[in-house]
């Protein structure tokens, strides 16, 4: 399952939260990879998902197997967002496929 990339409220509040029973810590500025389940509870906490809002993150590998058109997806191998178009992932800036 892919994850979600947050980094917690700019004002220090949540910097240190419970999602499903598990602990997540993480400086102002910093982020973290969550599976997306905690990610969308620290999210209604007021982290933020730096990938966009309906982005996930991981590898190539964990692209999401049938996206919806549009979405998008923050891959971690290329260190890029990358956009499903209906057809195939292309590069968020350069429009190319990826």
Not at 22 to 33: E, L
């Amino acid at each position: 399952m892919p994850n979600m990339r947050l980094t917690p409220p700019d004002d220090g509040s949540h910097i240190d939260t419970t999602a499903n029973g598990r602990h997540y810590k993480c400086a102002v500025g910093s982020t973290i990879d969550v599976p997306t389940f905690d990610g969308l509870v620290l999210e209604a906490n007021g982290w933020v998902n730096v990938a966009g809002p309906f982005a996930r993150v991981g590898t190539t590998a964990q692209r999401p197997v049938h996206p919806a058109k549009k979405q998008t997806y923050l891959d971690t191998d290329l260190g890029v967002v990358v956009t499903f178009t209906g057809n195939s992932w292309t590069h968020s800036l350069s429009g190319g496929v990826v």
